[in-house]
């Protein structure tokens, strides 16, 4: 490309550019005027190019309505405006010599048009950067370059791209979401309405009424405000986590499981999904039986009981899971009120308990409420701790009571602007329940003593030594030391509702509370196993993916829940199931703040949360406080935890869902991967740490399958197997399709679990190609060793220069320190050719059936089908079918169905046999090392190894305990040792006619022509055998003709023979 600016012109003449401006008028009326000031350039007046009318053609409309802006006609960046106060309707262009280019503008509707309109390339969208599906349906793409060259190469004002009215694609999905929305389509909550609101009614409990005056009495006041503060702490981290993780792109729904799943992957989210969406089902069990329990308490004092206590329960709990059901069913909208409502009683509850805090009554005393007294308070600072239990068993019964952060995130599909409204609902939500958890603490012990008889009588005496600090409000309850007592903060779980101004109002704070709790968890459950069912992470579950109405709301996840929530109503005993449920959560929490530590460990750029106050290795302790906490609340319910979330992990990592989400897992991996392959590249090789890593030439991977399944056979977990293709081409190459098929190739590799990475290039022939791939390919350490061709079976049959350059191609692989293995069948190694084994190509790839008279490394795609040199056409009849044809298939000829069959043979199991290895030079120990590899895998496990050395006839003997000696010191097992004493006897005189009739095509046959013609024939081919090199090798050639005669003779039924 030239350094100079484009030329812009106006005028008729066209510079003879790569950069050719036209400016083109939208109509007659109003041509383009002449373009003043000189502009540089060539100015010789000849014709544009035709590459100049193509891909480089750059239009500018004369018209200022069709003129969207100046970057729109494909001006450089030093462009600026001129505006004038003429009016006219043309546009000049032209350059100033001072290295600006100018446009006059003489229309002011000029910046009325909106800029991307017309331009052919795409303005910045978030819609090009998703990895999922746009709202709207696919995620939209940005032109590539060629699109963009294609856009060029059309008519100006073709599809009505220059009248400045066609909207993007970006426009139109935004124009259709706005209007779904106008249409009052979708519910979306705020941050107060969604998440502050849901969270606060979740953490406020059944706990906060009917236990937290229990826990004051047995851990004191002192002790109680650590266990809400270490719960608090837990809960304050996954808040930060949860925030931080909701900030790092776009949320949707499914809360807990969406968060974890698109941070650590589908494995870790799969498994935590499912237990935490179980554990919310199971959750609404257990507030209603909460509830239930309270009314039936209500019904039991009034003697109102229906049947007995455990089926009112039952009858009760029924029918308010299938009252909430209904609310949820409503819709969200609903739910959402109900929630406002319920909130307002349980505000109202909480503010009655202060409000008669204040307000002792004698009538009040008896049962150990004296109002706030300094003597009450330093005797409840200190711990109680009675009936076996301790500070860890009071705070296992307090901490689900701090549970249920997690509210707002599961809605996280309902929420307006998720990445706001999370952190900010969640942590304030934190913070109140916090402080209120901690006022009520501090006020239950600073006003109500420990126990209490409920007796006016019980007075002060002066015969009695009383020392408590009713004893100083008068009052003496020393008899409560026996036990029997109703009242005070350890007797009487209803202590708060004697403390209130209203009693009943507490009742209803606690129905209030369970209820809440129950709806939340109920509307939680669906929306997370919903999410779960969508990505198809586990099988059987993609019926409960389907939404109903405008908010997509799951009615059959809502009707699974409510079949796991009266299961556990109807059992009406949830002592035993509690903790598990606790530990569920605590599971999804400790994963959650692992997610933050495991992302910010990986160091990605992607990983850049808008929430800035997080830290990796305060997360990295919530997570294992997590764990500590699950263990502390119930040693074996947190091993039953642990084993359900391995065995769906283990599940899904086997499985391997295909999605991809970007995990930290991946980024991690990435890192690893990195940091060792640098660490490997500063140690120097050793002999022992040699292993073989293959850079095999199949062409396409199912195009040669034999050559890739006996490689990957030696090389599977072991060392390297790259699969090189030399794409042959002499136009110009198609990137586009290399890029396309180097995913298709890859993928087919790992659905057929082989270990391999796949590595095409382009060139004019099979050697330069080769070249690129040995001198390129690999990283580091990890990089080739020895290169692994199939054997030119066609060699005297095609052109020779094709055979030099096979020739060459393996002189190549040693001059660059190279091993060199060569497969060699007798049907052949190609597949490609046959019908039916192109699943993995596109059309436009097969190759002719008839290519006996093509050579396997010619520039031209079409190749011979035995030699492995050329670019592989086809695949196997297993291959997956990665692109449908519909054909007609013929039958196949006798010699298509033998090379089938044995490019299939080592896929099977080999049976007992031999490996014959003729060791007869010294090649470094790789002849060795490859055999020994395969005697270590299971189907050439029953094959044994036969070692044939050269030596003399009266040393056999000797050169067999030799070779014997090296091999154990090699710890080689090997069934036999044959010594070939003669070897060096002359071959048969049947076998050098035979010899000499090959290479009789091949002679220069200097004698028969002039020694300048003989000349100018070898430099031009320089394969020719002279007669003078003939006699020089002669020795040599007879060697290999006895070699031929010995393979015959001892090797016939080998199952593979190495040499």
């Known amino acids: 490309m030239s350094g100079q600016k484009p030329s812009l012109k106006s005028g008729g003449s066209s510079a003879q550019s790569r950069f050719q401006v036209d400016t083109v008028a939208e109509s007659s009326a109003s041509p383009p005027g002449p373009a003043p000031g000189p502009a540089p350039g060539p100015t010789d007046g000849s014709k544009p190019s035709d590459e100049s009318k193509g891909r480089f053609r750059v239009v500018g409309f004369a018209d200022l309505g069709a003129l969207g802006s100046a970057m ?232 109102a009981l229906m049947t007995d206590e455990l089926n009112d329960i039952r009858i009760v709990g029924t029918l308010t899971v299938i009252l909430l059901l209904g609310i949820s069913v409503a819709g969200m909208e609903w739910e959402a009120k109900a929630q406002i409502v319920l909130l307002v009683i349980l505000l109202g509850a909480i503010a009655n308990y202060f409000i008669g805090s204040f307000i002792p009554t004698d009538s009040k005393e008896p049962k150990g409420f004296f109002g706030y007294n300094t003597a009450i308070f330093i005797e409840n600072l200190g711990p109680d701790f009675r009936e076996e239990e301790t500070f860890f068993s009071v705070f296992a019964i307090f901490f689900p009571a701090a549970t249920g952060i997690l509210a707002g995130a599961n809605i996280s599909g309902d929420l307006t602007d998720p990445q706001s409204a999370i952190p900010k609902g969640t942590l304030l939500a934190i913070l109140v329940t916090g402080l209120t958890y901690i006022a009520v603490a501090i006020s239950a012990g600073s006003c109500i003593v420990r126990d209490a008889t409920g007796d006016h009588n019980d007075t002060v005496s002066d015969t009695v030594n009383c020392t408590d600090a009713a004893c100083t409000l008068g009052y003496d309850f020393s008899i409560c030391r026996e036990g029997g007592c109703q009242y005070g903060l350890m007797n009487d779980f209803q202590v708060m509702g004697l403390v209130s101004g209203f009693g009943p109002l507490i009742t209803a704070g606690i129905f209030s509370a369970t209820l809440s709790s129950a709806l939340a968890s109920l509307v939680s459950a669906p929306k997370v196993f919903q999410a779960l069912c969508k990505d198809k992470i586990y099988p059987g579950l993609g019926v409960f993916a389907k939404g109903y109405g405008k908010n997509n709301e799951p009615l059959r996840g809502y009707v699974l829940t409510f079949c796991i929530g009266l299961a556990f109503i109807l059992i009406a005993q949830l002592n035993i199931i509690a903790p598990i449920i606790s530990n569920f959560f605590l599971a999804s929490y400790a994963l959650i703040n692992f997610s933050v530590f495991h992302a910010s460990l990986a160091n990605s750029p992607g990983w850049r949360p808008s929430f800035k106050y997080y830290n990796m290795w305060v997360s990295l302790a919530g997570a294992i406080l997590c764990c500590v906490v699950m263990f502390v609340i119930n040693w074996w319910a947190a091993l039953v935890t642990l084993l359900i979330v391995l065995a769906l992990y283990i599940y899904a990592s086997y499985h391997k869902p295909d ?301 067999r305990r030799v070779m014997a000696t090296l091999l154990s010191r090699f710890r080689i097992d090997y069934s036999d040792i044959n010594v070939l004493g003669d070897i060096n006897t002359k071959p048969k005189k049947h076998n050098k006619l035979s010899f000499k009739e090959l290479i009789e095509p091949y002679r220069l046959k200097e004698d028969d022509m002039e020694q300048e013609a003989a000349e100018r024939l070898k430099a031009q081919e320089p394969w020719r055998i002279t007669d003078n090199e003939l006699e020089l090798y002669r020795a040599k050639s007879n060697r290999q003709i006895r070699l031929n005669e010995l393979l015959k003779e001892h090797s016939s039924s080998a199952k593979l023979i190495v040499m």
């Open 659 to 959: 999605v991809n989400w970007g995990s930290s897992t991946q980024a991690l991996m990435y890192n690893q991967a990195l940091t060792h392959s640098l660490n490997l590249t500063g140690v120097e090789d050793h002999v022992k740490n040699f292993r073989p890593q293959c850079l095999v030439l199949t062409g396409y991977p199912n195009s040669r399958p034999a050559l890739l399944h006996l490689v990957q056979s030696y090389t599977k977990n072991v060392g390297l197997l790259v699969c090189g293709h030399v794409k042959t081409t002499s136009r110009r190459p198609n990137f586009k399709e290399l890029s396309l098929d180097h995913v298709r190739c890859q993928r087919w590799l790992q659905e057929k679990r082989i270990k391999a990475f796949y590595t095409p290039v382009f060139s004019d022939n099979l050697r330069h190609g080769t070249q690129f791939l040995l001198q390129a390919v690999g990283l580091g350490r990890l990089k080739p060793n020895t290169l692994v061709m199939g054997f030119k079976n066609n060699w005297s049959d095609g052109d020779m220069r094709d055979v030099e350059i096979y020739i060459n191609t393996i002189h190549d692989a040693f001059d660059l320190q190279f091993g060199v293995v060569i497969l060699r069948l007798q049907d052949g190694l190609d597949v490609s050719h046959i019908h039916g084994q192109d699943d993995l190509l596109s059309p436009h790839e097969k190759t002719p059936v008839d290519t006996k008279q093509q050579v396997l490394v010619t520039v031209s795609p079409a190749k011979d089908s035995d030699s492995d040199s050329c670019p592989s056409k086809t695949t196997s009849s297993q291959s997956s079918p990665l692109i449908m044809r519909a054909e007609t298939k013929s039958p196949l000829s006798l010699a298509d169905q033998r090379l089938l069959e044995s490019s299939q043979q080592f896929k099977k199991k080999q049976g007992k046999g031999t490996i014959d290895v003729w060791w007869l030079f010294d090649d470094g120990g790789l002849t060795l090392l490859i055999p020994y590899l395969l005697t270590n895998r299971s189907k050439w496990g029953d094959c044994r190894i036969r070692v044939f050395i050269g030596g003399k006839i009266n040393r056999i003997d000797h050169d």
């Open 72 to 303: 729109d006609i494909g001006l450089p960046p030093d462009v600026f405006h001129e505006p004038d106060t003429a009016k006219s309707d043309s546009v000049s262009l032209h350059s100033t010599g001072t290295g600006h280019t100018h446009v006059s503008d003489h229309s002011n509707t000029y910046y009325q048009r909106t800029f991307g309109h017309n331009t052919i390339d795409a303005v910045p969208n978030i819609e090009f950067y998703r990895q999922t599906a746009a709202p709207l349906g696919e995620k939209l793409s940005r032109p590539s370059l060629s699109e963009l060259h294609d856009e060029l190469d059309k008519e100006p004002f073709e599809d009505g791209l220059a009248n400045g009215d066609e909207p993007s694609a970006a426009e139109q999905a935004a124009a259709a979401l706005a209007a779904k929305e106008a249409k009052g389509g979708t519910i979306k909550f705020g941050w107060v309405k969604g998440v502050l609101i849901r969270c606060m009614l979740n953490i406020w409990g059944v706990m906060l009424f009917i236990r937290m005056s229990w826990i004051v009495g047995q851990a004191g006041i002192g002790l109680t405000i650590a266990i809400i503060l270490m719960a608090t702490v837990v809960t304050t981290i996954t808040g930060l986590s949860t925030s931080a993780i909701a900030t790092n792109g776009f949320v949707r729904g499914g809360g807990a499981y969406y968060l974890i799943s698109r941070s650590l992957g589908p494995e870790f989210g799969g498994s935590i999904g499912l237990i935490f969406a179980f554990a919310n089902a199971v959750a609404v069990a257990m507030y209603v039986v909460g509830f239930a329990e309270t009314v039936v308490e209500m019904l039991n004092d009034v003697d």
